[in-house]
């Protein structure tokens, strides 16, 4: 039995996590919140690894409210890099297999192909800054840590675009959705199952060199307007979808033009398939 400590537990992804954990019956998870350890203190991180048995780490604390971190910068940079610094501190000191998640947002969107692993990042914003930070802190401290940038996470948990346009459609008659960003969105309980999956392979295989960088998302490529459509097409709303540009939607935060992933070297080192996105948002929007 392998002890599963999960930062965060309360967030969306930790919800995720929640939801498919009697699938795993040789993990016992060790769910923590904010209340329960809060990250940002390195004391409590350290007392925590001190006092339970923890084999990995799966940090799903963040700070992920992108238009406010560009006014909270301090916040962001103390949860996104400070904390991941204890966190990789932590698990190395304890042999704990740390995996960091973190974000397309890393990318500036200026590409026209998939970001590979190999693309130098270059955040527009400072949500992507500080989880590039929070990046370099997990690899600078743990050199074993496992990084999985992932991208427009959403599920039938917690905040998210999917969840909010199912419901301002119910509300209104007509909505705005940027249509020149591009990029694929990722059903959070997927990205739980293929976490879960790579702790597995690192546990069957210890030998197995897994540290590094890894994209996943969902298959596939669309944009904010398009991921709107199909929402609105899989629920039968009546809200009519008006494409707009970036620049008739401002916002505090810049985000990437173009953000979808090369998967193939998580695909390669798992041996997995990875659902389409369409068929993962079917799935979620069963559960809503
Ligand atoms: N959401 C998305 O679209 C994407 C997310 N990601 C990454 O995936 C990961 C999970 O994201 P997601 O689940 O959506 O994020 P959420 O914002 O839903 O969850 C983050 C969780 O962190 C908790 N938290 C905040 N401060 C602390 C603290 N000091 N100590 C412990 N916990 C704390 C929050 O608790 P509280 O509610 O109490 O504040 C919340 O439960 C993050 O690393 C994020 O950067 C990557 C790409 C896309
Ligand atoms: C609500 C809304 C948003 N938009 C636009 C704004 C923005 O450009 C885009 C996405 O909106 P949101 O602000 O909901 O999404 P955003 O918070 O930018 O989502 C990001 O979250 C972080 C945590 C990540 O790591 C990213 O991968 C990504 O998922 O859609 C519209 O055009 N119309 C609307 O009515």
Redesign the pocket.
């Known amino acids: 039995m392998k002890n599963i400590l999960i930062?965060?537990a309360?967030?969306?992804?930790?919800q995720a996590f929640k939801s498919i954990a009697t699938q795993y019956p040789d993990f016992a998870f060790l769910f923590t919140?904010?209340e329960e350890?809060?990250?940002?203190q390195a004391d409590a991180v350290n007392a925590y690894f001190e006092q339970h048995q923890v084999d990995a780490l799966i940090?799903?604390?963040?700070?992920?409210a992108v238009d406010k971190a560009e006014s909270e910068e301090e916040l962001a940079f103390k949860?996104n890099f400070e904390?991941v610094l204890y966190l990789a501190q932590a698990s190395f000191a304890h042999k704990a297999t740390f995996i960091q998640?973190?974000?397309?947002y890393v990318f500036d969107g200026k590409h026209y192909r998939p970001y590979t692993e190999n693309d130098e990042p270059n955040p527009s914003s400072m949500y992507g800054a500080s989880?590039l930070r929070g990046e370099a802190a997990a690899q600078g401290e743990n050199p074993d840590a496992i990084i999985l940038r992932?991208?427009?996470?959403y599920s039938e948990f917690?905040?998210?675009f999917a969840k909010r346009m199912k419901e301002l459609m119910a509300e209104r008659t007509e909505l705005n959705i940027v249509f020149d960003q591009t990029g694929t969105p990722t059903y959070?309980v997927d990205l739980a199952g293929v976490t879960l999956k790579m702790l597995g392979h690192k546990f069957e295989y210890p030998e197995a060199q897994l540290a590094g960088v890894y994209h996943y998302s969902n298959e596939g490529v669309t944009s904010w307007y398009d991921f709107a459509v199909a929402i609105k097409q899989l629920t039968g709303s009546s809200c009519e979808l008006l494409p707009i540009t970036t620049d008739q939607y401002p916002t505090p935060a810049e985000r990437p033009a173009y953000s979808v992933f090369n998967k193939n070297k998580i695909k390669e080192t798992l041996g997995i398939a990875i659902p389409y996105w369409t068929d993962s948002l079917k799935v979620c929007l069963s559960k809503l």
């Open positions: 930062t965060g309360s967030g969306q992804l930790g919140d904010r350890l809060d990250i940002t940090n799903c604390a963040a700070y992920t949860l904390a998640l973190s974000t397309d989880k992932t991208s427009w996470l917690g905040q998210n959070a």
